[in-house]
Nanobody
Framework: QVQLLESGGGSVQAGGSLRLSCAPSGYTYSRNCLGWFRQAPGKEREGVATFCFGGVELSYYAESVKDRFTISRDSAKNTLYLQMNSLKPEDTAMYYC??????????????????WGQGTQVTVSS
């Protein structure tokens, strides 16, 4: 059974930084992806950044977070990270770690991911 445990959310002022962590268990890395998604109140869930495995490891970012957020993985710790810098109030949302069972065609599409964490809240004040 795949489980995803997120941590690292919190409250920060605009321009600040946070780092989210996701520790998967029971997940096999093989031509699939781990990613971060977010959902703000009244809005649809959106893909933020994903990290894909199998052959060359590649990362993908939403345009709104490029050059501010960095997704990475520490294989020794079996942990996925999302480093968020220059945070803006519009980044406020519940952030979810998600895992796919195969490599999605659209790496940032939430419907392509089948395993989800419980979420961690990020609040950015102006």
């Amino acid at each position: 059974q795949v489980q995803l445990l997120e941590s690292g959310g919190g409250s920060v002022q605009a321009g600040g930084s946070l780092r989210l962590s996701c520790a998967p268990s029971g997940y096999t890395y093989s031509r699939n992806c781990l990613g971060w998604f977010r959902q703000a109140p009244g809005k649809e869930r959106e893909g933020v950044a994903t990290f894909c495995f199998g052959g060359v490891e590649l990362s993908y970012y939403a345009e709104s977070v490029k050059d501010r957020f960095t997704i990475s993985r520490d294989s020794a710790k079996n942990t996925l990270y999302l480093q968020m810098n220059s945070l803006k109030p519009e980044d406020t949302a519940m952030y979810y770690c998600a895992a796919s069972s195969f490599r999605p065609t659209n790496k940032l599409k939430s419907e392509e991911y089948v395993y989800w964490g419980q979420g961690t809240q990020v609040t950015v004040s102006s």
